[in-house]
């Protein structure tokens, strides 16, 4: 299996600093559904792995996350592709969970669904998502959408990490990637 784990805000929709809330405020960055669909077009499996930690701040509830959910898949099934699993963290950067990212706890649990991939990417646009799918050996991937400008001027990125405008452009090097 060839496995593609995406971060959600930032790297498919825009993010907000005020958070995602309902499936209106889920708005998708250009070009970002239609490259899911690539990715699955091109044999590999597609997971989601999200912090949401609006949920534990009472901003949102689980049915308002389901309700983004169902709309995330929606478009991307109409796009022709298909997410496989999404995982969420619904805790708050001060609780003691092993699923937050950094921590590799999402991706742990994605992959125990899934299976062991052969073959397996982390997208993500902040220096947390790529260190958890490091942790459990993804090759990283980030992102200039969302908050990936601020990582690249701020933080160290891990070494071998490819970067590139949007999910759209990440997604054309993965399928023809060759380490």
């Known amino acids: 299996m060839k496995l593609v784990i995406l971060d959600r805000d930032g790297v498919i929709n825009e993010d907000s600093a005020l958070f995602i809330k309902n499936a209106q405020e889920y708005i998708p960055i250009p070009g970002s559904i239609e490259a899911i669909a690539r990715l699955g077009e091109n044999g590999y499996t597609v997971a989601v792995a999200t912090n949401q930690s609006g949920i534990a701040r009472g901003l949102l509830t689980l049915q308002d996350l389901k309700a983004i959910h169902e709309k995330l898949h929606r478009l ?59 942790a459990v050996g993804a090759r990283p991937v980030l992102v200039k959408t969302g908050k990936g400008k601020k990582t690249i001027a701020e933080d160290t990125l891990p070494e071998g990490t490819r970067i590139f405008e949007d999910l759209s452009a990440a997604v054309n090097w993965i399928i023809g990637a060759r380490w």
């Not at 992959?111 to 902040?126: A, K």
């Open 76 to 134: 991307v099934t109409e796009a022709g592709g298909k997410i496989s699993e999404v995982a969420f963290c619904p805790h708050g950067p001060t609780d003691s969970c092993d699923c937050r990212k950094p921590k590799p706890g999402l991706m742990k649990r994605l992959m125990g669904t899934l299976g062991t991939p052969e073959e397996y990417f982390i997208v993500g646009d902040s220096l947390r998502d790529l260190q958890a799918g490091i």
